[in-house]
């Protein structure tokens, strides 16, 4: 493939680390595992933790690798090519995508580098899901203590995790400028269980599975002052500061989901006989695989400039968006096209093409949703309003 001026030696020893451990180690895991939707083995997560995939992003000095957003990216899309949830709970380590204080990074980013001390992020809500301002969650000051209340959706993590980072209003919203007041606050907890004063309901969901993903219920939870992160009522602007990164990791677990539906595609073609010939052998099919090759390749390509332009300190919040909604878009097309060449073996859960169909449906929701992404580049291209 191409992206030769992208890939140094040491990152294609990366990529290559990574492609071995997620068709050695995790592809037969979720094989195994997603139809019955179990959980992503912890044996499996603390091999993760020893190549340091939970330490990409985190400095060396607090004992991670001290890479940059691309090498993050090339580890995510192998990791997603075998199962999207492998390749996202990296994610609850890294740094988690927020401002740490000097105290705080010297007393938990060496656990999180070491996949000791991973997070759930709480931060839709019912009413608020893109619309981030609209946050209604409170969390009011008492003595030594924060009390919160309110609802949280979308948690994926909560119970598994070892801390809630959780976005909660500390004052009412402003006229023209709601998105102030918001706080973020890092509520830790004992894994396998919520937080005292918080209840879950585990949401239905038609995938992401090898883990789950809650609705929270907050009642008079009481966190102590020292659990506030940042300053306080500024947690929005702590919140988009690093988007750029997350959308960058939405588009590569995209592009691995397609690639795997891609390489499946490719091998079953060449076995399938039809009309007493391999199915590759006819232009339909032929064609099909090289439009889904072509757009996967399109789609990374414009991942790797974004990683690059992040790792290189230029803001790129148009290039992100652009590569979250062409991966994304990219992806739910490319899965189905290999579900349709498997036939109605694409249909079935012996076969993981329609894990790789089902999870990338999702990619163009979380992390902002398609419609999002066109805004955000429309806002860039034309200017903000109308």
Sequence with gaps: ???????????????????????????????????????????????????????????????????????????????ARAWMSVASIIARGNGL???WTEEQRRRYLPAMARGKFLGAYAQSEPEAGSDVANISCQARREGDYWVINGTKMWCTFADG??????????????????????????????????????????????????????????????????????????????????????????????????????????????????FGRPIAQFQAIRFKLAEMAAEIEAARQLMYLVASEIDSGRRCDKEAAMAKWFATEMAERVTSAGLQIHGGYGYTYDLPLQRYWRDARLTKIFEGTSEIMLHVIANRLLGEGG
């Design 97 to 99: 995508g927020f401002d």
């Design 1 to 79: 493939m191409a992206a030769m001026s992208y890939m140094t030696e040491e990152r294609r020893m990366i990529q290559q680390v990574a492609r071995e451990f997620a068709l050695r180690e995790v592809l037969p895991a979720a094989n195994e595992l997603d139809h019955q939707r179990g959980d992503i083995p912890m044996s499996l997560r603390q091999k993760m933790a020893d190549l340091g995939f939970f330490g990409i992003l985190i400095p060396q000095e607090y004992g991670g690798l001290g890479l940059g957003c691309f090498e993050y990216c090339l580890v995510t899309e192998e990791l």
């Design 161 to 274: 995790a070892d801390f809630i980072l959780l976005i909660a209003r500390t004052s009412p919203p402003l006229q023209g400028r709601r998105h102030l007041g918001l706080s973020a606050f890092m509520i830790e907890k004992e894994r396998g269980k919520l937080p005292p004063g918080v209840r879950g309901t585990p949401i239905n969901t038609i995938g992401y599975y090898g883990w789950r993903t809650w609705q929270l219920f907050f009642e008079d939870c009481r966190v102590p002052a020292s659990a506030l992160m940042g300053e306080e009522g500024k947690a929005f602007y702590g919140a988009m500061r690093f988007l750029e990164v997350g959308r960058a990791h939405t588009a590569a677990r995209a592009i691995g989901l397609a690639r795997g539906a891609l390489e499946d595609s490719l091998t079953y073609a060449q076995q399938r006989v039809q």
